[in-house]
């Protein structure tokens, strides 16, 4: 038995459904296999350079020279747009603002260090620290939202997360998971027994449905919400950070892979999920049935 679901968005049913993180075994008949049914997460810079690319192969513009032709990718946001076109450069200039403001990092008295790499820190922020602490969380949060196409999420229980923030060397909020309790998670199901190949299922499951089973399992810690900033991934920021939150998320005990779940994986958070437990069977949880 077992339900399918659209190339996910991570996190966005709690801002449609906020009470679906008691997930939906119970509701769902055991004989149904609903279809979700809702816009699948596309990586917005990928799209946008898509239409970018689309837009200068069928418009006619002159090269006269410019100094910037065709899109460009910010080096420092990361931000792909169209340097030629001037609503594109003030789409980019409010973003590039935004993005800085919100990751600078200016350090506080009481960091709550979780762990300490070559290359940055790991803290945590609970509901009930500093304004300032809670305040900090809470724009992260915001522009992950933004990044993953979520207008005002909520969080279900906001008074229960736990907001790991990776602080790099140079002041900069790189990384964030919140984490929240949870008390049972359904298993995603393999698209197909013969197609357990990584780079298979990098190219053909990411682009479609997935399903889960209809059975709930024991999990302790979801993972409401993982960003990395767009310049700093594939360097193990989102493993650590997960292993970190593994670490300390309960007191005095170290959490297996099999007790975290990923609340309703993008297609990145797919693959990352995929590799950082070893298996495409990892546990989900809050979603649209
Ligand atoms: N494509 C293919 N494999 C990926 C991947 C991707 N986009 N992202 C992670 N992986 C796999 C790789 O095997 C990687 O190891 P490798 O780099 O040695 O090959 C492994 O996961 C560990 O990746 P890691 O470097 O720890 O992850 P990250 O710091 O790049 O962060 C995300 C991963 C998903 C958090 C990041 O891509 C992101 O922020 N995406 C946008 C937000 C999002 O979709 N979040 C998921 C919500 S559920």
Redesign the pocket.
């Known amino acids: 038995m077992y339900q399918i679901f659209s190339t996910p968005t ?2 966005k049913s709690q801002q449609v459904l906020p009470e679906l993180c008691s997930p939906l075994g119970s509701s769902t008949p055991m004989d149904s296999v609903p279809l979700l049914r809702r816009p699948g ?1 596309i ?1 917005k810079n990928i799209r946008r350079k898509k239409e970018l690319d689309k837009h200068f192969k069928d418009q006619f513009i002159i090269d006269a020279g410019q100094k910037h032709f065709g899109p460009v990718s910010c080096k420092t946001c990361g931000m792909v747009y169209a340097a030629a076109s001037p609503e594109d450069e003030t789409q980019h200039a409010q973003y590039h603002q935004r993005l800085l403001e919100g990751i600078k990092f200016v350090g506080w008295k009481k960091e709550r260090t979780m762990a300490e790499y070559w290359d940055g820190k790991i803290i945590v922020v609970f509901p009930d620290d500093p304004k300032y602490a809670v305040k900090k969380a809470e724009d992260v949060r915001e522009l ?1 939202d933004s ?2 196409g979520f207008k005002q999420a909520n969080l279900s229980r906001p008074s229960k997360i736990k907001t790991y923030l990776f602080v790099s060397n140079d002041r900069k909020i790189v ?1 964030c998971v919140i984490a929240e309790h949870i008390t049972q998670a359904f298993r995603v199901l393999s698209e197909d027994v013969h197609r357990t190949d ?1 780079e298979k299922l ?1 190219t053909v499951e990411n682009q479609r449905a997935w399903r889960c089973s209809t059975e709930p399992e024991r999990a302790i810690c979801g ?1 409401s ?4 900033f767009k310049l ?9 950070m997960v292993d970190t939150v593994r670490n300390t998320f309960m007191y005095g005990s170290f959490l297996s892979k099999t007790e975290i779940a ?8 797919k ?2 999920a995929t ?2 437990c070893g298996t495409p069977n990892f546990l989900v949880y809050n979603f649209i049935s």
């Open positions: 991570c996190a997460q990586n992950v990044e993953l990384g990584f990098k993972v919400r993982i960003w990395v700093q991934r594939r360097r193990g920021i989102a493993s650590r990923f609340s309703d994986p993008t297609p990145d958070g693959l990352f590799k950082y």
